[in-house]
């Protein structure tokens, strides 16, 4: 912690295991133990933890604000507040559980942008109103939608389909499905391409499923779907093959998170297109946790930080599924990303892409 080398100067070294713990930072992860893409996030920033010499804890938000915020203030009532928190915010909570670490003074980081326009005017931006929060860490969701939209008609045009009629599949109500939905409709209007119907199938598969073959019945020519996410596209995908569609052929249906399985969908054209990168997002809050431990005022967080997404198709996901595999991570050190251990770094290099052609390229 920063104010431990000054403490351990005027006592003497033999005081160090009593007043040197590791800083600590715990994940509160939105979702449950067992979500395919959430346990990859929380696998990856457990190894940027242990990279960089710092306890790590998580606890899960069950996939809603009030379990999360339940859950939340168990753990701060049975353990010793943490050094530094990771959390995503449910939309319409108010910042119930940015103001709970608040009155405990931990220092917190949020990842995506999903309070809605009106509680975000209402708290302020990071460090304003509520002194705890350092910073945002967000992927760029609408340059995410826009670009999935151009590579799924991309491909519809290079199978000769001159017309093109798509439905879109958003999660949850709120600005992380807002925002993707966003660019796609941006590019939809560039290329003059109606959309059939936009519905919100919650994240979860059955649902999307459902949607999808009802969609397919009032909509028989519809040849893209867009999906805000792999779980919904995957299952997207199995209604319209079970309707007589041919993935890759006819219809081109695509989604978010590079999931293994949907990479291997690609691989097998079941599936046509996903945008990924952003499972190391809570690595990349943990990396800036820690440069606001060691360097304070000196880190320079800034309030917000976006970084772009890439697409996996069929012409590069051979080379991304490594990307994605934890062992093949084990000889990456997180330290090369820190401001700390790296005092040349003008920026945070948190492109996927970057770091794709640096550790994966002869994969």
């Known amino acids: 912690m920063n104010w431990c080398k000054s403490l351990l100067l005027t006592l003497g ?47 899960y938000g069950d996939a809603h604000r009030e379990f999360q915020q339940q859950n939340l203030q168990e753990y701060l009532a049975k353990n010793p507040a943490p050094d530094y928190a990771i959390l995503i915010n449910y939309p319409g909570g108010d910042g119930q559980s940015m103001k709970l670490l608040e009155a405990h003074k931990v ?11 009106k ?34 008609i991309r491909q519809a045009k290079a199978k000769n389909m001159n017309h093109v009629s798509l439905v879109a599949i958003g999660g949850h109500y709120g600005a ?40 397919l019945r009032r909509y028989p020519e519809t040849n893209i779907i867009w999906s805000a996410s792999d779980e919904m596209a995957m299952a997207a995908s199995d209604a319209a093959i079970l309707a007589g569609k041919h993935v890759n052929n006819d219809i081109f249906i695509g989604g978010f998170d590079w ?49 772009k997404l890439a697409i996996a198709n069929a012409d590069n996901v051979a080379r991304i599924k490594p990307l994605v595999e934890p062992l ?12 700390t251990h790296n005092s040349s770094l003008t920026d945070y290099p948190f492109d996927v892409s970057s770091i794709l052609e640096q550790h994966f390229t002869s994969q």
């Open 13 to 59: 070294l033999a005081f160090a295991p009593l007043i040197c713990a590791k800083t600590s930072v715990l994940l509160i992860n939105p979702s449950h133990s067992d979500d395919p893409f959430w346990r990859k996030v929380e696998t990856f920033t457990a190894y940027a933890a242990q990279d960089l010499d710092m306890k790590f804890d998580v606890i």
């Open 107 to 117: 220092f917190y980081i949020t990842l995506e942008q999903t309070l809605s326009e």
């Open 119 to 152: 509680e975000r005017e209402a708290i302020g931006p990071p460090g304003e109103k509520l002194k705890y929060w350092l910073s945002e860490l967000s992927h760029d969701n609408e340059q995410a939608g826009f670009d999935l939209t151009q590579e799924l």
């Open 176 to 215: 992380e499905t807002d925002h993707r939905v966003r660019g796609m409709e941006h590019f939809l209007s560039l290329e003059k391409v109606p959309l059939s119907q936009l519905v919100h199938a919650q994240w979860r598969a059955d649902l999307a499923a459902k949607q999808t073959t009802l969609l």
């Open 259 to 307: 999931l293994p399985a949907a990479l291997n969908r690609i691989e097998k054209q079941q599936l046509t297109a996903s945008v990924g990168g952003h499972f190391l997002m809570g690595a990349w809050a943990v990396i800036k946790a820690y440069d606001h431990d060691k360097l304070g005022e000196k880190a320079r967080l800034p309030a917000n930080i976006s970084f």
């Open 328 to 339: 093949n991570w084990r000889d990456i050190d997180f330290k090369q990303y820190t401001r």
